[in-house]
């Protein structure tokens, strides 16, 4: 349980990572600090505002870390489709549903009625808790920030988190993961697990908090949402698989190494942790300049009152900044003259083609590399930079390697000098996906259009077959590393929507990618169509709590040597993994037949049988799809161990089937179908 905070009204506090050598506690006493969470030598601390300073002088605080700037991670430049959605459930194998692990989801905008939170029946409630960090009902909370909910009747009288009159974001993610599908063929991928959910801050809540508590926000409160989840998994001894759809850019000044390195105790056996690798992809974000070359350049825009972005190199250079006014304007900056500064950061205003530019220049050592001097470089205006009057940016220096990396503006080319085109869609992975055990999931398309509940048919085409959604984000990391991990279905995928959301924005343009609106105990609720990296990742989250029902002490990188083993290539000629598709595209049922070994057994086959089979009363029970081709078939029975236990033949003119098998042990088997392709296949089956 996290301590309860007692500080004075008027502090500000902030929420960071604190690494301390030593007896942490008289030093946190010393500054009016309280301890929220503890991994290792890693705290995690709520720091008066005003005491920062005096707390980084103490000899034995080696590092201390606070960052806010979590977004949500859908496609801001789709129109929301609505599609038969990849992950309906109708694909994965019946003796894996996700019962006994727990899927955590920390998210914005859930309706905690939804009867996809519901079993398939409507009448069990599957929402075991919700910690709702921005919630104003906090009397008598032992929590930092807001409370939690912890019984069925306390959350469904709330209804929704504190944001889900205006967000609905979790409600869709929640649904892909774990949503039973309630009446409709939207079933989530573990549609029977145990739910544990956190509701955080993100920049969407930004109206919702007071100015004071902004601090409190922080990845150090996200971090401690996530421990939250998996604490509860521990305490009620389940495995856990948690999903996360947002996330920030990476950085050099290394806000995330003690996120990560959090994160990195936080995760292990049973403990597993999928965030989606970010909307970036089709964002010119990346320049290099090889060493020998004299030159990079791109030209760079945004409505509104800045530029920003990094470079790194580990030679002196120049930056030069042009300006296309009445009269072109060329602005030289010696890095050299940034680092003999005494605090390396270089501060002037600029007047050039009737404005003022306000540039701030700062040099400091890569967290990664400490002999690689990175440049964070910001340009401010009372106008729209590059936007009214085009902007260019230079970097000069024939015997430096030169690395640049876009933050706030986009990068483009221009006419005015084509020669300035070197920027490159890549390295736009977000944080805390880009975490090395943590599992990075991209996007891929299938559906390129549909029609929504008004009967309106709306395109949308990123692709088909699985090729990537040309949103989903690139690697690599900041550092070097292959991201994403894994790839899943995210464009035009259906799932639960808010019935408080559509409630209280009737006219929202989202709203018009409803497939159907329903009643259920009183209340109108929807399903709708979403597309984004965001919709990937609980697939994903989903598909592996079905491997930890089958292992409870899956690791992520035992996952990710599953994800290896058996994902799918969309594009063969590409070598895996790599920064466009990682390993490929999540195959859920060829992942279980790996963990459980069945994958060496030679007759069972890594496709998925169409027929639905079940074990009931000493019977195998066989139900064909609709519209199969009418020709006999052989059915055979394995153990896990390979064992031949039970073989069957039909005439496959009938579509029912029931063949008496022998007495056989409790466990899992494997039924193999052959000799009618349109049948073919195998699928597990638990006795």
Same mark, same amino acid.
């Given at each position: 349980m996290l301590r309860q905070l007692v500080v004075g009204?008027?502090?500000?506090?902030?929420?960071?990572?604190?690494?301390?050598?030593?007896?942490?506690?008289?030093?946190?006493? !010393?500054?009016?600090? *309280?301890?929220? $969470? &503890?991994? +290792?030598?890693?705290?995690?601390?709520?720091?008066?505002?005003?005491? =920062?300073?005096?707390?980084?002088?103490? !000899?034995?605080?080696? *590092?201390?870390? $606070? &960052?806010? +700037?979590?977004?949500?991670?859908?496609?801001?430049?789709?129109?929301? =489709?609505?599609?038969?959605?990849?992950?309906?459930?109708t694909n994965l194998p019946s003796a894996f549903t996700g019962k006994g692990v727990v899927v955590g989801v920390?998210?914005?905008?859930?309706?905690?009625?939804?009867?996809?939170?519901?079993?398939?029946?409507?009448?069990?409630?599957?929402?075991?808790?919700?910690?709702?960090?921005?919630?104003?009902?906090?009397?008598g909370s032992q929590f930092y920030v807001g409370r939690d909910y912890t019984t069925e009747a306390e959350l469904l009288e709330l209804g929704c988190c504190y944001d889900g009159k205006q967000e609905t974001h979790g409600t869709h993610t929640l649904g892909i993961a774990a949503g039973s599908g309630y009446n409709s063929k939207y079933r989530g991928m573990a549609w029977e697990s145990d739910i544990c959910l956190v509701a955080n801050a993100t920049s969407n809540d930004i109206a919702l908090i007071d100015s004071a508590d902004y601090h409190k926000y922080t990845f150090a409160t996200d971090a401690l949402g996530?421990?939250?989840?998996?604490?509860?998994?521990?305490?009620?001894?389940?495995?856990?698989?948690?999903?996360?759809?947002?996330?920030?850019?990476?950085?050099?000044?290394?806000?995330?190494?003690?996120?990560?390195?959090?994160?990195d105790a936080l995760v292990g056996p049973g403990h597993i942790l999928v965030a989606s690798a970010g909307n970036d992809g089709r964002k010119l974000s990346y320049l290099f300049k090889e060493r020998g070359r004299e030159r990079v350049g791109t030209f760079m825009s945004n409505t509104a009152k800045s530029l920003a972005l990094t470079a790194k190199s580990d030679a002196p250079f120049t930056l030069r900044t042009t300006i296309y006014g009445e009269e072109t304007a060329v602005i030289d900056i010696p890095t050299s003259r940034v680092v003999a500064l005494e605090d390396s950061c270089l501060i002037d205003t600029i007047p050039a083609c009737g404005n003022d530019y306000f540039f701030t220049v700062t040099a400091y050592p890569s967290c990664y590399i400490p002999s690689e001097t990175c440049f964070d470089i910001e340009i401010r205006m009372n106008g729209r930079p590059g936007y009214d009057t085009p902007l260019s940016f230079?970097?000069?220096?024939?015997?430096?390697?030169?690395?640049?990396?876009?933050?706030?503006?986009?990068?483009?080319?221009?006419?005015?000098?084509?020669?300035?085109?070197?920027?490159?869609?890549?390295?736009?992975?977000?944080?805390?996906?880009?975490?090395?055990?943590?599992?990075?999931?991209?996007?891929?398309?299938?559906?390129?259009?549909?029609?929504?509940?008004?009967?309106?048919?709306?395109?949308?085409?990123?692709?088909?077959?699985?090729?990537?959604?040309?949103?989903?984000?690139?690697?690599?990391?900041?550092?070097?590393?292959?991201?994403?991990?894994?790839?899943?279905?995210?464009?035009?995928?259906?799932?639960?929507?808010?019935?408080?959301?559509?409630?209280?924005?009737?006219?929202?343009?989202?709203?018009?990618?409803?497939?159907?609106?329903?009643?259920?105990?009183?209340?109108?609720y929807a399903w709708n169509c979403n597309s984004g990296t965001s919709m990937a990742t609980p697939a994903v989250a989903g598909a592996i709590a079905l491997w930890l029902q089958a292992k409870p002490t899956l690791t992520p990188e035992e996952a990710m040597e599953v994800i290896s083993r058996t994902s799918r290539h969309y594009d063969p000629s590409l070598s895996y993994p790599n920064n466009f598709y990682g390993h490929g595209q999540i195959d859920a049922y060829r992942g279980l037949l790996d963990i459980l070994s069945i994958d060496g057994i030679p007759e069972i086959s890594t496709n998925h049988t169409p027929v639905s089979i079940v074990f009931s009363d000493g019977q195998l029970r066989l139900k064909m799809p609709e519209n199969y081709t009418e020709k006999p078939f052989k059915i055979a029975v394995f153990s896990t161990n390979g064992t031949l236990v039970?073989?069957?033949?039909?005439?496959?003119?009938?579509?029912?089937?029931?063949?008496?098998?022998?007495?056989?042990?409790?466990?899992?088997?494997?039924?193999?179908?052959?000799?009618?392709?349109?049948?073919?296949?195998?699928?597990?089956?638990?006795?």
């Open positions: 009204k008027n502090v500000p506090q902030v929420c960071a990572f604190v690494r301390v050598k030593g007896d942490a506690e008289p030093i946190f006493s !010393r500054h009016g600090c *309280r301890e929220l $969470a &503890r991994k +290792g030598d890693i705290y995690i601390v709520s720091i008066p505002t005003d005491k =920062l300073s005096a707390l980084s002088q103490e !000899r034995s605080v080696s *590092r201390i870390e $606070a &960052r806010r +700037g979590n977004e949500i991670h859908m496609d801001s430049m789709a129109i929301h =489709l609505n599609a038969t959605p990849i992950y309906e459930g920390m998210d914005i905008g859930f309706d905690l009625t939804h009867p996809n939170f519901y079993d398939a029946s409507g009448t069990k409630y599957r929402i075991s808790r919700l910690w709702d960090h921005i919630t104003k009902d906090t009397i996530f421990k939250y989840i998996f604490d509860y998994a521990e305490q009620t001894n389940q495995p856990c698989v948690i999903s996360f759809s947002e996330g920030s850019q990476q950085d050099f000044y290394g806000y995330d190494v003690l996120y990560y390195e959090m994160l230079e970097f000069i220096g024939e015997e430096a390697e030169i690395e640049v990396f876009r933050s706030v503006g986009t990068m483009a080319a221009n006419s005015l000098n084509p020669s300035l085109s070197d920027a490159v869609a890549t390295h736009n992975i977000h944080s805390p996906s880009s975490a090395p055990r943590v599992i990075c999931v991209g996007a891929t398309s299938y559906r390129t259009g549909i029609t929504n509940y008004l009967g309106e048919y709306r395109p949308y085409n990123q692709g088909t077959n699985g090729q990537r959604g040309g949103y989903s984000s690139v690697g690599p990391t900041y550092d070097g590393r292959t991201k994403p991990d894994v790839m899943a279905p995210g464009t035009n995928i259906v799932s639960s929507y808010s019935s408080f959301y559509l409630e209280n924005n009737p006219e929202a343009r989202d709203i018009l990618s409803d497939v159907e609106h329903f009643d259920f105990q009183g209340r109108t039970a073989q069957f033949e039909a005439d496959g003119r009938a579509r029912h089937y029931d063949f008496a098998l022998p007495t056989l042990p409790r466990g899992i088997y494997a039924i193999q179908i052959s000799g009618n392709p349109s049948v073919g296949g195998s699928t597990l089956v638990r006795n």
